[in-house]
């Protein structure tokens, strides 16, 4: 092979990786790449931001080396941000927009996001989630999703595809055929999803079906394996993208989740499983929050050249996946999209999505007891509260932050005694899915205390807690929403 060939090929081969990368500044590398070695661009993570003209500026400079280079970013909004990691969200998620129930306000909300990220030179964000809430015991997706109801969900996902690409950033349905009813988090192994052809195409499929039909620019394949489908993961799936491709109508680019996820890296491997999802019929190969570095990105450049040369990878199969990839940096927006963004909009859609159940009042400034659970790897530290929250409201109000090592025999005592004759309110997430926090609230509630529960994640039984308001996420504006409904009960 002569150096002009090789450097065609590996060119070829950058130009499907979307790396992410440390710090608030494109490193040399990453610009010299973009430049000179053909990469499609970079997937931007919470650890990237400061702020929206810091993020402007990095996305400028990329766009400066090279003006189809991929900006991307996972905004889904609510509980996932990128942009507001340090403080909240500024628009409910998914799920609390299904409650809401009214896709022309979702429209607003992902208009509101898209001239945002405009304004920021995003190119693509990898949103919306197009999975079902199908289990209360999936650890991954929850209020990332529109809710269990295919159809009603499917309305959802064509009113933010529309949103956000009516300001000309690329949305993403993923993680395609969806993970809502997984009970392992891809993230650290492989899913296996035992439903049938039938029941994925009545249930999983529908609202994949209509963000093709809305003419979204891209889906994310998910790391699942669908036993009907064959023994391989969707992301590396012959199979999968037959379905999307030849079934849905798909035209656009496929993106596959990050292939340093658990998934693949105990499995296939990173550099086996890129090859892999190429030759599937994958398009962008996504290396999230792992693998940052250039002898990473070199590393794979190698591997799939090298796939080339033995004939393991086909030469035309790279040039339609980096094509695909590169439409993704497509600067189609027109600049009057983006600067003023409509801030209202948020917290507007999260009063919408509040719902009581029983009869949630307070009747003084009370004791706020957050129960804290680990959060997930796509949500990430979550420094904002709603105790925070209700305390800017109520200044009287207390507030009491307990973890599972903390939730001994002694809490609820330790509580009673804190509470000193005030109302309690205990913030729980996905309440049921962790045993400490459906103990401890089965003895608060035989402790006497005026209690009412705030549920955050995806609302379940009561627990016993006659007094329940669902917020229906976590994000900045649904955790205001629901404070200003608990401070709106305060008497005089």
Known sequence: ???????????????????????????????????????????????????????????????????????????????????????????????????????????????????????????????????LTLTELDPIIGVRSFGSDPRLAARQIEAFVRGLQRCGVAACAKHFPGHGAATEDSHATLPVLDRSEQTLREVELVPFAAAVAAGVRSVMLGHLVIPAWGDEPASLSPKAVSVLRRELGFTGTIVTDAIDMGAVTGTAGMAGGAIAALRAGADTLVIGGTYTDEGTVDALVDALVEAVVTDELPVDRLYEAANRTRELGSRIFDERAGGDWDRTIGLVAARRAIVVRGEPTLAAPPLVVELSVAPTIAVGEVPWSFGDQLVSLVPDTAVLRLSESDASNASASRIVATADGRPVVVVTRDAPRYPWVVDLLGRLTGSGLDLIRVETGVPGPTLGVTAVLDTNGAARVCLRAGAEALAGTLPG
């Open 1 to 131: 092979m002569n150096d002009r060939v090789d450097a065609e090929l590996r060119s070829l081969a950058a130009g499907v990786l979307l790396p992410g990368f440390a710090g608030t500044t494109a490193p040399d590398w990453v610009r010299r790449w973009i430049a000179e070695y053909g990469l499609a661009g970079v997937l931007l993570f919470g650890r990237n931001v400061v702020d929206d003209e810091q993020v402007a500026a990095l996305s400028a400079s990329l766009a400066a080396e090279r003006g189809d280079a991929v900006v991307a970013i996972d905004e889904e909004g609510g509980d996932v941000t990128r942009l507001d990691a340090g403080r909240g969200s500024e628009v409910p998620g998914n799920y609390a927009l299904g409650v809401a129930g009214d896709p022309q306000l979702t429209d607003q909300v992902a208009t509101a996001l898209g001239r945002r990220l405009v304004a920021c030179g995003i190119t693509a964000n990898f949103a919306p989630s197009a999975d």
